[in-house]
């Protein structure tokens, strides 16, 4: 079946400028999230979704970013008025969460790069 | 807090086994999981650990000591195409949010 999907898969953009990025979840997974990564580092957790339940938005690094899911489908990720240290690429994963059992394993889409003239 | 540490580099050599630590401290513990992510590329799925011990999969096996907080993923016959960066990630509690160590740069040599 499909994976996750991401668009675009690069962007540059210039400084100020907002940017909306694009995540499709496998098909029946209620779980979302949506992480950064600096060339070289580790996964910085920005947001997760769950459901209908409130977003746990405790890693948006700051009020420029914010994000959004309808449902249990599309998710975009939306960054204002950016800055250069906003490129990263931006990783998105879906689970089964708690509609499964344990062992919620995270299913990753490809990354959008950002690139901030 | 939560904090999660593994080395940041490590070098083996082709065919060798080679053992990969990481240690965490979380507020709750759902299970503990290892992701392989090849340079460029995005993350992929290696492990789950949730009970106290050895978990075996192939090349690849992972344990975990909740007591101590501790796991590692152990790859035996290393082959080339292992030279890749491994994470370790911790759900903290039900249906919470993963947090991820900042993963292990490893290097297989001929």
């Known amino acids: 079946g499909a994976g996750v999907s991401q668009s675009p898969s690069n962007k540059v953009t210039e400084k100020g400028k907002d940017v909306e990025l694009r995540c499709d979840p496998i098909s029946g997974h209620t779980a979302l999230y949506w992480y950064r990564q600096r060339l070289g580092q580790g996964l910085e957790f920005l947001i997760y979704?769950?459901?209908?339940?409130?977003?746990?938005k405790s890693g948006l690094p700051s009020d420029r970013f914010s994000a959004e899911r309808t449902g249990e489908s599309v998710s975009t990720l939306t960054i204002q008025r950016t800055q250069q240290e906003d490129s990263a690429v931006y990783l998105c994963?879906?689970?089964?969460?708690?509609?499964?059992?344990?062992?919620?394993?995270?299913?990753f889409g490809p990354g959008t790069r950002l690139t901030v003239t | 807090g939560q904090n999660i540490d593994q080395p940041t580099e490590m070098t083996a050599t082709e065919g060798a086994i080679v053992q990969i630590n990481c240690t965490y401290q979380?507020?709750?513990?759902?299970?503990l999981f290892w992701y392989q992510q090849h340079a460029g590329e995005a993350p992929t799925f290696l492990s789950y650990?949730?009970?106290?011990g050895l978990e075996e999969k192939g090349r690849f096996s992972s344990f975990l000591s909740r007591s101590k907080g501790y796991s590692y993923l152990l790859l035996k016959e290393l082959q080339m195409k292992d030279s890749a960066s491994y994470l370790c990630a911790v759900n903290g509690n039900y249906g919470q949010n993963f947090v991820f160590g900042p993963g292990t740069r490893l290097s297989v040599l001929p």
């Open positions: 650990n949730v009970l106290d």
């Open positions: 979704f769950q459901g209908n339940s409130a977003p746990d």
């Open positions: 994963a879906s689970s089964i969460g708690l509609a499964g059992g344990g062992g919620y394993e995270q299913y």
């Open positions: 979380t507020s709750g513990f759902n299970g």
